[in-house]
Nanobody
Framework: QVQLVESGGGLVQPGGSLTLSCAASGIIFNFYAMAWYRQAPGKQRELVAA???????NYADSVKGRFTISRDNAENTVYLQMTSLKPEDTAVYSCNAGGMGSIYWGQGTQVTVSS
């Protein structure tokens, strides 16, 4: 059974930082590209950051220079380091794994940026 379990969300003040984690099980982790998506209330889900099997990364323009995606293949975990957070970063953040003809999603973790 494939599971993607996100953690690390919460309430943070503007300008603050959070690091999200997504622990994968039931897949051969290093065969999968990984990504973080987010969905704010009333908005469509959007890609935040992605990392390939080889470690290449890409980011949404809105988070470039502030967010960093990384992966630890030994721990089957992908991370999203978020700095200089803004109220518009408030959303449910979900982990995604894609590869071998399959796509899997985590349940999401809430990030709220507010003073």
């Amino acid at each position: 059974q494939v599971q993607l379990v996100e953690s690390g969300g919460g309430l943070v003040q503007p300008g603050g930082s959070l690091t999200l984690s997504c622990a994968a099980s039931g897949i051969i982790f290093n065969f999968y590209a990984m990504a973080w998506y987010r969905q704010a209330p009333g908005k469509q889900r959007e890609l935040v950051a992605a990392i390939t099997r080889g470690g290449s990364t890409n980011y949404a323009d809105s988070v470039k220079g502030r967010f960093t995606i990384s992966r630890d293949n030994a721990e089957n975990t992908v991370y999203l380091q978020m700095t200089s957070l803004k109220p518009e970063d408030t959303a449910v953040y979900s982990c995604n794994a894609g590869g071998m003809g399959s796509i899997y999603w985590g349940q999401g973790t809430q990030v709220t940026v507010s003073s």
